[in-house]
């Protein structure tokens, strides 16, 4: 452009606070500082107003040019077509986002129609054009913070690039908005796909499939870990979703992606490790090898308990994991049974045996407890482990009253096999 105030003397390259003056080494920087900058953009957030746009705009191109974020002063073209002359440029983008405002920054819409809204906003935008550089950028951006306020959240990093700029040149020729509602539909993150667990045998959730556990291996005793999980299993769940929302956010790899929603969904079943922990000393399961240090976090501790857990559900034959699951879940109660379900379960965790035994509503459940221990006595297992198989039984047969249903006479048969002994003591892992 000739006679452009924001370019170097007898070339193309664009004035800047590097001192730059090569084009091609000006992009790369372009490239890596506004990505650095996109991704402190993300966590925050600007107004839908012109100003705030401008901002946005300042924010991402701030360590590059000294008119970050001002309006252009000169008129600019592509491809034979101009953008907006410049005395019109700060009344269009008022009015483009007094209209924006105008249906509340596009909150509250369906998924179709808000992505039918943000392709002719967008393509607005695009039309006025009102920086001298960086307008692409800045747009994607601001699309993304838009949706991600109206819950239709985009990653930025799947927006493919040359739809979007064969998008861009159709709406700004034809003004047809359609095709740039598919590139940013096309880009939408699936919040409607919540995170699905990996099921194993019995409807048991497991972890994500990964290399086994590097580093030092301990001996777990159950009631150990049951400990370990009562502890970190809340704090771990909040990382679990904090770490999904990192990874989407910032745009990772799409296996990524799923196995965190994968992890998330573990530490959020109903069947994942607590239950596990339970079944595991049910079926006469004693310790676990797992991978412990007091460097980890409540996510990575919770993982490698999870992982250990895993390996044992995995030894057991899938027929001894349904016949102990489908035990210790008879329903128990009748159907649509009162919200007195909660005090019932206290109640049953609270009463000895034999007061169990003379409830009629709570017998068929302490005859699940009794075969169970009885069958850890049948096994030769000493007291204490007697004891703890029927803790673990009325954990679970507790939890059941709590949902309601009815038990059948079948009540208290019980998986009939051997359980597995792990030598004592410590190894390394392998």
């Known amino acids: 452009m000739a006679d452009d105030p924001y370019t170097y003397p007898g070339t193309d390259t664009l004035r800047n606070r590097l001192g730059i003056t090569d084009d091609k080494t000006l992009m790369e920087a372009e490239r890596r500082l506004t990505l650095a900058r996109g991704a402190e953009a993300a966590r925050l957030t600007f107004p839908a107003t012109a100003d705030g746009y401008r901002a946005l705009h300042r924010h991402l191109f701030q360590d590059l040019y000294d008119w970050a974020g001002q309006d252009r002063t000169v008129n600019i073209a592509k491809g034979g077509s101009s953008f907006a002359h410049v005395p019109y440029i700060a009344r269009e983008l008022d009015k483009r986002f007094a209209d924006t405002r105008a249906g509340d920054a596009l ?6 129609e808000f992505f039918d809204r943000l392709g002719n906003h967008i393509n607005e935008i695009n039309a006025i054009h009102p920086f001298r550089e960086g307008n692409g950028r800045t747009m994607r951006h601001h699309a993304a913070q838009l949706a991600r306020d109206a819950g239709h959240p985009i990653r930025i990093a799947s927006i493919d690039k ?11 020729l034809t003004g047809d908005h359609r095709p740039m509602a598919a590139v940013l539909a ?3 993150i699936r919040r409607d796909l919540a995170p699905e667990a990996r099921i194993g045998p019995a409807g048991i959730a497991l972890l994500p499939q990964r290399a086994p556990p590097e580093g030092q291996r301990y001996r777990v005793t159950l009631t150990k870990a049951r400990e370990e999980l009562d502890r970190y299993l809340p704090a771990a769940r909040q990382q679990a979703a904090d770490r ?21 969904a573990y530490v ?3 069947k994942g490790p607590i239950y596990q922990s339970h079944l595991l000393t049910y079926l006469g399961v004693r310790q676990v090898d797992a991978v412990i240090t007091p460097q980890q976090t409540p996510l990575e ?3 490698e308990i999870g992982a250990a857990l895993g390996v044992q559900i995995n ?13 210790l879940e008879r329903p128990i109660l009748p159907p649509g049974a009162s919200p007195g379900q909660e005090r019932l379960a206290e109640l049953f965790l609270k009463n000895t045996a034999e007061k169990n035994h003379a409830d009629p509503r709570l017998a068929p459940a302490q005859a699940i407890v009794d075969a169970a221990m009885q069958k850890a006595r049948e096994r030769g297992e000493s ?9 673990s039984a009325r954990q679970l047969v507790a939890d059941r009253i709590r949902t309601g249903a009815v038990i059948d006479s079948a009540a208290g048969q019980l998986p009939d096999h051997g359980p597995t002994h792990p030598e004592r003591g410590q190894e390394r892992g392998r």
């Open 186 to 188: 096309e880009a939408a």
């Open 301 to 303: 501790r919770v993982r």
């Open 383 to 391: 007291a204490r482990t007697v004891n703890t198989v029927g803790e």
């Open 315 to 327: 030894s057991q034959s899938p027929a001894q994991l349904q016949r102990a699951v489908r035990s």
């Open 244 to 264: 999904l929302r990192s990874l989407v956010r910032d745009g990772a790899s799409s296996p990524v992606i799923a196995n965190a929603r994968t992890e998330l």
């Open 107 to 112: 909150k509250g819409l369906a998924r179709d």
């Open 162 to 172: 040359i739809a979007w700029m064969d998008a861009s040149r159709h709406g700004f």
């Open 268 to 270: 959020r079943h109903a």
